[in-house]
C-alpha cells in the first residue's frame, strides 16, 4: 500500500489550500478514506472521513464547516479542500483508510497557517 500526500505549503490565517492523497496498492473503492493531522506536541487525529461511494462525510468539529472531503474513485484519490484556515490547522496532514491502519502512513504533507 502506497499513500501519498500531496498540495500542504504555508498559507496566511483566513487562507485554502486543497490537499490530495493518491492510493494504490489497494481496491480503494472498498475502503472508507480519511484525512488525520498530527501538530508538533499532540497526538494525531481525525480530520475528515468519507465512505466508499461518496455518500457519507464525517467532520471533527474544529473543521466543520471549513473543510471538505471529497474522493475519485476512478482516479483512487482522496482530496481535501480547506477554507478559513486558522493558525489552529498547523499540522501534518495524511491520509489512511478510516478507521486507519498503522502500517499504512504515508510521509505527509506539512500546512502551516501564519501571518
Known amino acids: 500500500v502506497q499513500l501519498v500526500e500531496s498540495g500542504g505549503g504555508l498559507v496566511q490565517p483566513g487562507g485554502s489550500l486543497r490537499l490530495s492523497c493518491a492510493a494504490s496498492g489497494i481496491a480503494f473503492v472498498s475502503y472508507s478514506m480519511g484525512w488525520f493531522r498530527q501538530a508538533p506536541g499532540k497526538e494525531r487525529e481525525i480530520v475528515a472521513g468519507?465512505?466508499?461511494?461518496?455518500?457519507?462525510?464525517y467532520y471533527a468539529d474544529s473543521v466543520k464547516g471549513r473543510f471538505t472531503i471529497s474522493r475519485d474513485n476512478a482516479a483512487s484519490t482522496v482530496d481535501l479542500l480547506m477554507n478559513s484556515l486558522k493558525t489552529e490547522d498547523t499540522a501534518v496532514y495524511y491520509c489512511?483508510?478510516?478507521?486507519?491502519?498503522?502500517?499504512?502512513w504515508g510521509q505527509g504533507t506539512q500546512v502551516t497557517v501564519s501571518s
Open positions: 489512511n483508510r478510516y478507521p486507519p491502519r498503522g502500517e499504512d
Open positions: 468519507i465512505s466508499w461511494n461518496g455518500g457519507n462525510t
